[in-house]
């Protein structure tokens, strides 16, 4: 999963936390075959997001839900240019 894709900006002159936040969204709806990590944990397989490196303007929180796990997050280098806090569970 590639979060340009979905229209975030990697020169850091737009707002991208909406374009990152569905494609986390779309990575949590692929179709794991079943499979489970725990009993309601659902397995992701090892999905990677890659943000291919940039600077990405983020003003509201990013956050994962909690019903799956098992993939990979690739951030070169995040700037948080708010006080929010960053929330990677």
């Known amino acids: 999963?590639?979060?340009i894709e979905?229209?975030?900006d990697p020169t850091g002159e737009n707002e991208s936390?909406?374009?990152?936040m569905k494609a986390i969204e779309a990575t949590f709806e692929m179709d794991n075959l079943g499979l489970e990590l725990?009993?309601?944990?659902?397995?992701?397989?090892?999905?990677?997001?890659?943000?291919?490196g940039g600077n990405y303007k983020?003003?509201?929180p990013i956050t994962f839900p909690s019903s799956a796990g098992n993939l990979v997050?690739?951030?070169f280098l995040l700037?948080?240019?708010f006080t929010f806090p960053l929330l990677l569970l």
């Open 1 to 3: 999963m590639y979060p």
């Open 79 to 81: 700037f948080n240019y």
């Open 17 to 20: 936390s909406d374009a990152i």
């Open 38 to 52: 725990l009993p309601g944990i659902r397995d992701l397989g090892g999905v990677i997001i890659d943000f291919q």
């Open 6 to 8: 979905y229209g975030a």
């Open 73 to 75: 997050v690739i951030i």
């Open 58 to 60: 983020i003003s509201n």
